[in-house]
Structures are given as structure tokens and as C-alpha cells.
């Protein structure tokens, strides 16, 4: 119940030490709960908690605007020593990188399952695996082309996996000239794979070399028709 009076208190109140932090992007010193002004709704509160102090920390963005407030509370009437303030300033760092790679990790979820459901709408296979070949993605059509589930194909060596033992080293030589460089696209080329079930497949496969921001080749995205 206190704790819930301290967040109101916190989140409605203007002269505030959060709000002020949040407004200003600056750390805000409250030195004593009992006569400073922004407390006077809380000073029971304070009394009943032992609180006499505290500061709040804007969380900053890296775009300089604040994400949130780390408030720190103190049994004694006083401001910060200078360590204090370092360690509640370094917390605030630690908090702002969290709450970043939070939000990228879910905007990156976000955009991915976006781009599956686009995928998923082609009436072609759609794969990629990386530079060992280790299929990194795959579509619902492929996955029904190869009649195997998802969890079965991802992480697979596409060759040893789904292609027959007689061609495997020949497509894999081909696979090698692109993971090298020296392919960049290849299209139109005719091969047979062998799906989850043990039957044959003829697939005509378009093939092109995957880079990263570097320019780097990370792998290969393929699309075939059966």
C-alpha cells in the first residue's frame, strides 16, 4: 500500500522529483523528505519508511530524451556524496542499454515474423542457410515441399540432409564458389532433393549469395519451384 502511494504520488505530481528528472533529463535531489516541498503529500510515508533522502536519475535514451527515473532512497537527511551519484549514474547507463536492446530485440522479433508471414504467402520454397551450409530459415511452402516441419529443417546441412548422395558433393562444390565469391547469383539450375519422407523431388532453385553490412557473405537465399 505504501509502495502504491509513493508510484501515484510519483507518476501524478508535477514538482516531483521523477517528473522533474523525466522533464529535464537531469538528476534531482530531494535532501530531506521531511520538509521538502514535493514530499509534503508523502511525508508519512517517509516517516514510516525511514526515509529521509533521495535522488532520481533520468534514464536517458540514446537520443538524449529520458526513458524512465531510477530513484534512490536514504535513511539519512542528506544529498549524495560524490560516488553515490557515480554508481546511481552508471545504474542509470546500465538501465538505458537494457531497456535499448529490449526494445531492438523486439522490434528485430517484430519485423521477423512480419517477413515470415510474407514468406509464407509464396508458392515457392524459400530458404537460407549460412556459410556451412545450416538452413537458417525456411517457409511454410518449403517445409511442405521437403514434407518436414520446421523444427525438423532448421539447423540441418541442407546436403547431407536433403539432397541424394550421387550430387551432394557437386552441388556442394557450387555452393562453395558462392559462399567464396566467386558466384554472386545463379539461376535456373535443375536438382533433385529427397524430403523428410524418402521420396524424390525435382526442384529448379534460384540461388543468391547473402551479405551482412560489411558486404561480407554470411550465406546463400534460395527459391525453388517443384
Not at 19 to 40: F, I, N, Q, Y
Not at 98 to 109: P, T, V
Not at 199 to 207: A, D, M, S, Y
Request: hydrophobic share 40%; net charge negative; aromatic share 6%.
Amino acid at each position: 500500500v505504501l509502495r502504491h502511494r509513493i508510484e501515484e504520488y510519483a507518476l501524478g505530481k508535477e514538482d516531483c522529483s521523477c517528473t522533474m528528472a523525466l522533464k529535464t533529463g537531469e538528476r534531482v535531489v530531494v535532501d530531506d523528505a521531511l520538509t521538502h516541498p514535493s514530499w509534503a503529500g508523502l511525508r508519512d510515508v517517509a516517516e514510516q519508511l525511514d526515509i529521509r533522502a533521495c535522488w532520481a536519475e533520468p534514464i536517458l535514451a540514446s537520443n538524449g530524451g529520458a526513458r524512465g527515473v531510477l530513484v534512490v532512497f536514504h535513511g539519512e537527511a542528506r544529498r549524495p556524496s560524490r560516488q553515490e551519484s557515480q554508481l546511481s549514474q552508471m545504474a542509470a547507463s546500465f538501465a538505458s542499454l537494457a531497456i535499448e536492446r529490449a526494445l531492438a530485440d523486439e522490434a528485430f522479433a517484430r519485423e521477423s515474423r512480419r517477413a515470415q508471414t510474407y514468406l509464407n504467402l509464396s508458392p515457392a520454397i524459400i530458404l537460407a542457410f549460412d556459410r556451412d551450409a545450416n538452413i537458417t530459415m525456411i517457409n511454410e511452402r518449403g517445409c511442405a515441399i521437403l514434407e518436414c516441419p520446421r523444427e525438423g529443417v532448421l539447423g540441418c546441412n541442407i546436403f547431407d540432409t536433403f539432397f541424394p548422395e550421387p550430387s551432394r558433393e557437386l552441388v556442394r562444390l557450387v555452393f562453395q564458389r558462392m559462399i567464396d565469391g566467386d558466384i554472386e547469383t545463379l539461376g535456373d539450375v535443375d536438382d533433385t532433393v529427397v524430403t523428410g519422407c524418402g521420396r524424390l523431388k525435382f526442384i529448379r532453385w534460384r540461388h543468391t549469395v547473402i551479405r551482412d553490412e560489411a558486404g561480407a557473405i554470411t550465406g546463400v537465399l534460395s527459391s525453388g519451384q517443384d
